[in-house]
């Protein structure tokens, strides 16, 4: 997407630019000085890639103008922009901008031209989802292998499909399998950010994504996984790694379970040898003793 760029109130522009590609979706971690994009008709007529562009500040305001709109947004919030139509930008500080070919979106995801510069919350319903999704790919890329980045690809492209059907109110237009994936993406994050909520469970996952128990297992079954052994699983590996954790040595065990969903120290117990094969409190010891053997192939 051929743009021009100019630096604001000083003739020393300083920013860095990172990025990684997910199959046909771009994700960038950028941070810049006070700039000015802009991206004309003239460099339209030269190259067009029929993109879209979703920017997420992290810091700092971003003034974007596009579609006869001006709009700033804040982080927290998101805003769409057009490869196909003249814009320009003012920005300071950093942001996460996610980008893939318009086609690639369900039919009625296609008609986002009302969306273009609009303010698109990304601190609830599907956005917060999608603002997650990013935190994590940005914060573990390096740790992907090429059929992971393929693989999150496709979930950030469903995700942001669902995004922008949700505003369009064409939520029933996205196709029934992007809808499951981005349903186990949204769940699979509420799983991973309750973890510490003794009300997640089974039953309560379900509730809060308002289908059944039965439907919830399908999703996972689908994708390989149980429900109950991932919040198993998720629960005592924070576990195991605040056990290994010098800055932790003065935390109680009981108070380590509690925080990781695991009220009942006797249950917490019983969990963790049958997972790891000794005891907290042995564990601990050997970890703190001799931090190598702490380290699991899960670190």
């Known amino acids: 997407m051929p743009k021009t760029f100019r630096a604001v109130d000083s003739d020393v522009f300083r920013g860095w630019f990172d990025e990684m590609a997910l199959g046909p979706v771009q994700v960038s971690s950028v941070a810049y000085s006070s700039i000015v994009t802009s991206r004309t008709p003239k460099s339209i007529r030269v190259s067009d890639p029929e993109i879209l562009q979703i920017v997420m500040p992290r810091s700092g305001p971003h003034v974007i103008e596009q579609n006869g709109r001006s709009t700033s947004v804040e982080p927290g919030e998101m805003v769409l922009l057009s490869s196909s139509r003249p814009f320009q930008s003012y920005a300071i500080g950093e942001a996460t901008l996610m980008q893939f070919p318009i086609a690639l979106l369900p039919a009625g995801a296609r008609h986002v031209d009302q969306l273009v510069a609009c303010r698109l919350p990304g601190d609830k319903e599907m956005g917060q989802f999608l603002v997650d999704y990013l935190a994590r790919v940005t914060d573990n890329y390096m740790h992907y292998t090429p059929a992971d980045m393929a693989r999150l690809g496709t979930i950030g492209l469903d995700l942001a499909a669902a995004v922008l059907a949700h505003h369009l109110e064409r939520e029933d237009e996205v196709p029934a399998d992007s809808r499951q994936r981005a349903l186990y993406a949204r769940v699979t994050s509420f799983i991973e950010n309750h973890l510490g909520d003794p009300m997640c469970t089974v039953d309560g996952v379900a509730a809060a994504h308002h289908i059944s128990v039965r439907s919830l297992h399908r999703l996972f079954q689908a994708h390989g996984a149980s429900v109950r052994a991932s919040i198993r699983e998720q629960r005592l590996e924070r576990c195991r790694r605040d056990l290994s954790d010098p800055a932790q040595r003065?935390?109680?065990?009981?108070?380590?379970?509690?925080?990781?969903?695991?009220?009942?120290?006797?249950?917490?117990?019983?969990?963790?040898?049958?997972?790891?094969?000794?005891?907290?409190?042995?564990?601990?010891?050997?970890?703190?003793?001799?931090?190598?053997?702490?380290?699991?192939?899960?670190?």
Not at 287 to 292: I, T
């Open 250 to 299: 003065h935390v109680p065990i009981r108070a380590i379970a509690a925080r990781w969903g695991y009220p009942r120290p006797a249950d917490f117990t019983r969990a963790f040898r049958a997972a790891y094969g000794v005891a907290p409190v042995d564990y601990r010891h050997q970890a703190l003793q001799c931090p190598s053997a702490g380290k699991t192939s899960h670190d």
